[in-house]
């Protein structure tokens, strides 16, 4: 299930940053997320990919969500991510999702599979959100931010860009999410 979590961020102290919202409501989700400008939606994530899906076949069988994503921005290139607990990079990729950063664009992505957890630092909030299957979330360019697919990670999603080069980040170098919860998932 998809879940909010606001906290008040005090960069003094790692103590102080307790969360002053919780929901699991998907309409509540996208209100909040909503006035703050990042775009929220839950769609139906229809086919049932077998564990060996490639991101082609991926692609493929979500074409009419990425057509509809497309018609939303300038997203000219679309890849298929999946990381799994037995993929080769998952520690590295977990170490370099988990550095605060920024990109030139926005960030979205459709969770067909699986969950992974955004964490957005916005003014003097910290909101992370479980994204799951059905998720559809737009992170606005700017926006500092990091994720986390957990020490197990199992998730497949669509990356939506309007980089040619895609994933481009700049790393802030702020060691803000080392003061909040990482991503649990039960396997």
């Not at 060996?52 to 692609?59: C, R």
């Not at 960030?107 to 959100?129: A, K, T």
């Not at 197990?152 to 980040?169: H, M, T």
Request: charged share 25%; net charge negative; aromatic share 10%.
């Amino acid at each position: 299930m998809s879940h909010l979590t606001i906290f008040r961020h005090c960069a003094t102290s790692k103590t102080a940053n307790q969360p002053i919202l919780k929901s699991a409501v998907p309409d509540e989700i996208k209100n909040y997320l909503a006035e703050r400008g990042i775009g929220f939606e839950r769609w139906p994530a229809k086919v049932d990919l077998g564990k060996d899906a490639s991101s082609t076949e991926i692609l493929a069988a979500y074409s009419q969500e990425i057509a509809a994503t497309q018609t939303k921005g300038d997203y000219p290139v679309v890849d298929a991510i999946r990381v799994t607990p037995d993929h080769p990079d998952r520690v590295a990729l977990r170490q370099k999702f988990l550095s605060e950063h920024i990109h030139v664009e926005n960030e979205v992505r459709f969770f067909v599979e699986g969950s992974g957890l955004f964490c957005l630092h916005i003014n003097d909030e910290v909101l992370q959100i479980l994204c799951e299957q059905d998720d559809w979330i737009s992170v606005p360019a700017g926006t500092k931010h990091w994720f986390d697919m957990g020490e197990n990670p199992n998730f497949s999603a669509i990356r939506f860009f309007n980089n040619p080069d895609g994933w481009v980040a700049e790393f802030t170098g702020d060691q803000i999410a080392t003061g909040y919860p990482l991503l649990e998932v039960d396997n």
